[in-house]
Antibody, heavy 119, light 108 residues
Framework: EVQLVESGGGLAQPGGSLRLSCAASGFTFSSYAMSWVRQAPGKGLEWVSALSGSGSRTYYTDSVKGRFTISRDNSKNTLFLQINRLRAEDTARYYC????????????WGQGTVVTVSS | SYVLSQPPSVSVAPGETARITCGGNSIGSKTVHWYQQKPGRAPMVVIYYNSDRPSGIPERFSGSNSGNAATLSITRVEAGDEADYYCQVWDNVSDQRVFGGGTKLTVL
């Protein structure tokens, strides 16, 4: 079964750090670019970061550059998002998403993990 | 950065056609994908590469893209189509993926 399962969310203080994980199964993980997409409570979707299948190319939305780091372990079929210097506006559900070959649409999504930033 | 504009809401009666627009500068030169998100659920793609439908998506869903606007059309709207819909492109200038603000489709 093709599946993405996120974990690692929780309550964190402003200025703190979290590491999100996304375990993939059912497809050749290393062949596909992956992204993180977040959704603040009651708000729309916001693309956060993407990583090529090999892990050699990274992409970030402007608001997270320098604070977020995307990475992957293809031997363990896992995608990561390291979030540092957390801000209240980072509070959201974070989804990992698989892109179609060639960087097309996000054709598979996990159920997300919730990050809450509050003191 | 590239901006995509969607109407916040669209309302249609059952059986009618819903059209949801996604505006962007020369969006016709880009590839547009559309996602449906129902409450409490993860998004799912309903149209990719402007007008292609994934398997399992009804033929009632179609997409077009030209000039400064892309459009998602849903014919013979059903109650089950009620959801939020998002357009998305890859902006090759900034090398970023971009989502529109989303449109809430209400079936009257």
């Amino acid at each position: 079964e093709v599946q993405l399962v996120e974990s690692g969310g929780g309550l964190a203080q402003p200025g703190g750090s979290l590491r999100l994980s996304c375990a993939a199964s059912g497809f050749t993980f290393s062949s596909y670019a992956m992204s993180w997409v977040r959704q603040a409570p009651g708000k729309g979707l916001e693309w956060v970061s993407a990583l090529s299948g090999s892990g050699s190319r990274t992409y970030y939305t402007d608001s997270v550059k320098g604070r977020f780091t995307i990475s992957r372990d293809n031997s363990k079929n896992t995608l990561f998002l390291q979030i540092n210097r957390l801000r209240a506006e980072d509070t959201a559900r974070y989804y990992c998403a698989k892109a179609q070959l060639g960087g097309g649409a996000f054709d598979m999504w996990g159920q997300g993990t919730v990050v809450t930033v509050s003191s | 950065s590239y901006v995509l504009s969607q109407p916040p809401s669209v309302s249609v009666a059952p059986g009618e056609t819903a059209r949801i627009t996604c505006g962007g500068n020369s969006i016709g030169s880009k590839t547009v994908h559309w996602y449906q998100q129902k409450p409490g659920r993860a998004p799912m793609v309903v149209i990719y590469y402007n007008s292609d439908r994934p398997s399992g998506i009804p033929e009632r869903f179609s997409g077009s893209n030209s000039g400064n606007a892309a459009t998602l059309s849903i014919t013979r709207v059903e109650a089950g189509d009620e959801a939020d819909y998002y357009c998305q492109v890859w902006d090759n200038v900034s090398d970023q993926r971009v989502f529109g603000g989303g449109t809430k489709l209400t079936v009257l």
